[in-house]
């Protein structure tokens, strides 16, 4: 049997990656995802009333899981994902859907069982969503070497997400229910920082779409965000960026720790993951006080690697932002997204905190394979897109 994979497959992993944020607004620099393929999505029922009962961080945790199971699933390979704050989507090659949809059943019992949360689960076949008039386009967003987050445009997510949400869309594609399926694979996945408090004033979350949902309808936007609001999104290190080294806080032991001990726990032993994450968070606390590297753990590197790898800026056809912004910048972002709303440019949600949330994917520290995902608190998209439906409507 060959060990080959097929081209398909190899198909993400061998996309060219850009590194200047602006260019996601290049249209045709998105390529189409393989008619083979299938979107796996996941979406939590009523999150906007787990969020206002004080769940948000779980909320959080579980839509982070989601991609945890698919990328453990899928043992290292290069795939297209996107976080949403309650839920989240990953394109997977047709050979990784059954695995990876069975792995995300498992998810489901977890959420089920541990947070009371009910997690709705499809998978959905690309060409069934082109064959709906959706396109699924992608380009690749390099954040450090070889971690990258994926850029998505022509609908096929939003359409995906409306089918998920719509019971009689969705029958088709929902992953079925099953009693047998095995703990989901969460190695990896973590939510041991504080939250993050603003420096400048306020946590920013903007969910933003373009009139015609095009790319190219972006080009405008990000340059008077730039040149007129003083908030510029290019570079490694913008000044609107919500995570610095100055504003991140660990103790010991985490906050985080109970959670991720019940949810990784789940089915496999509490008590062993309660003793590792311990384990775990004491030689990083160790590290950072020495600055000395323990292990594979170089503290310095990893602290810098982490503020690069915060998933703040992304494109799913609507551009998705966590921004620490001064008073003066929120009030002219407001009054410049309600101008151009008003003037039927775009479409737009906010949601205003003093603090934001990262909930953590750690694969490997040697390789420095690990992304980390930004919500604003209170479940700051989850409020963003409420206001964004508002607005549409």
């Known amino acids: 049997m060959s060990l080959v994979q097929p081209r398909n497959d190899r198909f993400y992993e061998e996309l060219p990656a850009f590194t200047d944020f602006t260019k996601v607004s290049e249209g045709h620099a998105f390529a189409d995802l393989p008619a083979d393929w299938v979107l796996l999505a996941t979406d939590i029922v009523r999150s906007?009333?787990?969020?206002?009962?004080?769940?948000?961080?779980?909320?959080?945790?579980?839509?982070?899981?989601?991609?945890?199971?698919?990328?453990?699933t899928a043992k290292g390979a290069d795939l297209p994902f996107v976080f949403g704050g309650d839920g989240a989507m990953a394109g997977v090659p047709a050979r990784l859907a059954a695995p990876a949809s069975a792995a995300l059943a498992g998810l489901r019992n977890m959420a089920r069982e541990v947070a009371g949360l009910e997690l709705r689960v499809g998978a959905f076949p690309v060409a069934d969503l082109r064959a709906s008039g959706a396109g699924l386009k992608v380009r690749k967003f390099q954040l450090s070497e070889g971690n990258h987050l994926a850029m998505f445009a022509g609908?096929?997510?939003?359409?995906?997400?409306?089918m998920l949400k719509d019971p009689d869309r969705a029958a088709p594609y929902i992953v079925p229910e099953t009693d047998e399926a095995p703990p989901p694979p969460l190695d990896g996945l973590s939510?041991?920082?504080?939250?993050?408090?603003?420096?400048?004033?306020?946590?920013?979350?903007?969910?933003?779409?373009?009139?015609?949902?095009?790319?190219?309808?972006?080009?405008?936007?990000?340059?008077?965000?730039?040149?007129?609001?003083?908030?510029?999104?290019?570079?490694?290190?913008?000044?609107?960026?919500?995570?610095?080294?100055?504003?991140?806080?660990?103790?010991?032991?985490?906050?985080?720790?109970?959670?991720?001990?019940?949810?990784?726990?789940?089915?496999?032993?509490?008590?062993?993951v309660l003793a590792r994450a311990l384990f775990e968070s004491a030689v990083f606390l160790l590290a950072q006080l020495t600055g000395r590297r323990i292990g594979p753990l170089v503290p310095d590197r990893y602290m810098e690697e982490l503020r690069r790898n915060i998933d703040f800026r992304k494109f799913d056809d609507?551009?998705?932002?966590?921004?620490?912004?001064?008073?003066?910048?929120?009030?002219?972002?407001?009054?410049?997204?309600?101008?151009?709303?008003?003037?039927?440019?775009?479409?737009?949600?906010?949601?205003?905190?003093?603090?934001?949330?990262?909930?953590?994917?750690?694969?490997?520290?040697e390789k420095s394979r690990h992304i980390h995902f930004i919500d604003g608190a209170d479940g700051g998209f989850t409020q963003?897109?409420?206001?964004?439906?508002?607005?549409?409507?």
């Open 48 to 72: 906007s009333d787990a969020v206002a009962e004080g769940h948000y961080k779980t909320v959080n945790m579980i839509a982070a899981a989601t991609l945890a199971t698919i990328l453990n």
């Open 155 to 162: 609908g096929g997510l939003e359409l995906a997400e409306a």
């Open 191 to 272: 939510c041991r920082w504080e939250p993050v408090f603003s420096e400048r004033g306020f946590m920013v979350t903007v969910m933003l779409r373009p009139a015609r949902g095009q790319a190219e309808e972006l080009r405008a936007i990000l340059a008077d965000l730039d040149t007129r609001l003083g908030i510029a999104l290019t570079g490694t290190d913008p000044d609107a960026a919500p995570v610095r080294r100055t504003n991140l806080r660990f103790r010991f032991p985490p906050g985080g720790l109970w959670r991720e001990m019940r949810m990784i726990g789940w089915r496999r032993g509490r008590g062993r």
């Open 318 to 365: 609507t551009l998705r932002l966590v921004l620490d912004l001064s008073g003066d910048q929120t009030a002219a972002l407001q009054a410049y997204l309600d101008a151009e709303q008003e003037a039927g440019r775009l479409h737009y949600g906010m949601h205003v905190a003093d603090s934001a949330l990262i909930t953590c994917l750690v694969f490997s520290l």
């Open 384 to 393: 963003a897109a409420r206001a964004f439906k508002q607005n549409r409507a």
